[in-house]
């Protein structure tokens, strides 16, 4: 039988309260069913008979993971991106895009070019 020690106490001890808290917390980070962003992928796929291939079903996987309720919108940008390029790779609307690193690489070098074209004028 539980004797609060204070009037507030939801608890009997520290592991009660931690074991609680868990709980709450599987609770919450469980997976929310399947979207309409899932649902929208998978009709693609499937129109385009590449539902079971290596790049339908990392865009799946993707998909997926943007419904999660604890991704930051940074994540979700990412995850857009990396979505529309597996999708263009899977379907074969059009090459996939650069990687994010190559964009940057890419913006860097030009960058340089042009400070060293400033340079070299003067």
Request: with cysteine; net charge positive; glycine share 4%.
């Amino acid at each position: 039988m539980f004797e609060a020690r204070r009037r507030d106490a939801k608890f009997c001890s520290d592991n009660c309260r931690k074991r609680a808290r868990r709980k709450s917390e599987v609770a919450v980070s469980e997976h929310p069913p399947v979207t309409g962003l899932v649902e929208v992928v998978r009709q693609e796929l499937r129109r385009a008979g590449k539902e079971l291939t290596p790049a339908g079903q990392q865009a799946l996987i993707v998909a997926d993971r943007m419904t999660v309720p604890q991704e930051t919108g940074s994540s979700i940008s990412a995850l857009s991106k990396e979505l529309t390029a597996l999708l263009a790779l899977a379907v074969g609307k059009a090459a996939a895009p650069a990687s994010t690193t190559d964009e940057v690489k890419a913006k860097r070098d030009e960058k340089r070019t042009r400070a060293q074209a400033r340079s070299s004028a003067r």
